[in-house]
């Protein structure tokens, strides 16, 4: 866009650096909270399965074909120097020719989407097994990241806005941060599901529903067969259909035996054993000193009893 007369004189990558350097002390020291720099190492924007999934799955958004090369560009050369995601909500800070602020918001996915996510996550046991220990498999992230499917925004569930004078609707900054949020997204990749306001437990509850259970060892008949699903996974498991039925409380590998005592019966017993040693022991000393005192009065009678014949003979 022309600058006054012209274009915007050109700044080096140093110098912007440099400015963006400068704008972050200050910005730290007046809002009293540390910047979260998107740093990049290398030509490779992002490393890992969730962070490669996003920046391909933003490549393949023609509306946004033009924008996307320069903003990879300054996404690393370190041209991001803060962002931080919130519940449906991008806010980041860029260097350019000058310091600009970047807000995306994405919006949440709907009920429908993520109850279906959900249930793919649960149709077999090997997903189910993983996700019960805290972990997808290469299965449930694959559902989770599916294009148009899958936890990905789409060109028209996302808003965007920026303070350079571009008139574009995606600027070169605003790319730069969305290839940002595929850099984060290596090493936090749990703000994917902050980023749409869905929980990622609920994955997991809806593994370790009975009728999901069932419907996969239909599937996958002999993945366990003659192990006893609650041992295996060590929760309670009720069944669909007879949710009025008492739960059964899971079983336990120790050996049966008497009923373990809690910290404050340990501590009365402890107590009450120390008390009883205490009076044993006196009156184990009482019995010596009585004894004592009985065997001197015994060895003093016999004394006296032999010094009284003499007594008699002097007379």
Not at 31 to 41: A, H, T
Not at 78 to 96: C, E, F, N, W, Y
Not at 171 to 194: N, Q, S, T, W
């Amino acid at each position: 866009m022309p600058w006054g007369w012209g274009w915007k004189p050109y700044v080096p990558v140093a110098a912007r650096r440099a400015n963006a350097r400068k704008y972050a002390q200050q910005l730290e020291k007046k809002q009293g909270r540390k910047l979260q720099p998107v740093e990049i190492e290398g030509r490779a924007i992002a490393k890992t399965f969730w962070g490669k999934a996003w920046c391909e799955n933003l490549e393949q958004y023609s509306d946004f074909a033009n924008r996307l090369p320069r903003g990879r560009t300054y996404a690393r050369n370190g041209s991001v120097i803060d962002l931080h995601i919130t519940g449906g909500k991008i806010k980041a800070i860029v260097s350019g020719s000058s310091v600009y602020q970047v807000e995306v918001s994405i919006k949440a996915l709907a009920a429908a989407p993520w109850k279906a996510i959900q249930k793919d996550c649960s149709q077999s046991i090997a997903s189910l097994m993983d996700l019960l220990q805290g972990r997808f498999s290469q299965g449930v992230m694959e559902r989770l990241t599916r294009p148009k499917e899958g936890l990905f925004p789409q060109p028209r569930d996302i808003k965007m806005d920026c303070t350079c004078p571009d008139y574009a609707g995606l600027c070169k900054h605003i790319a730069a941060v969305l290839y940002g949020v595929g850099a984060r997204l290596d090493d936090e990749p749990e703000l994917l599901f902050l980023l749409r306001k869905v929980d990622h437990l609920d994955l997991i509850q809806q593994a370790v529903d009975g009728a999901n259970l069932d419907a996969a060892l239909g599937a996958d008949s002999g993945a366990l067969e003659g192990q006893d699903l609650e041992d295996l996974f060590g929760i309670e498991l009720e069944d669909g259909d007879a949710a009025d039925a008492s739960p059964r409380k899971p079983r336990s590998s120790k050996k049966r035996g008497r009923p373990k005592k809690t910290n404050e019966e340990k501590k009365t017993s402890t107590a009450g054993k120390r008390t009883t040693r205490t009076s044993q022991k006196k009156r184990n000393e009482v019995a010596a000193a009585k004894e004592a005192e009985k065997n001197t009065a015994t060895s003093r009678r016999s004394a006296k009893a032999k010094k009284k014949p003499a007594r008699s003979a002097k007379r």
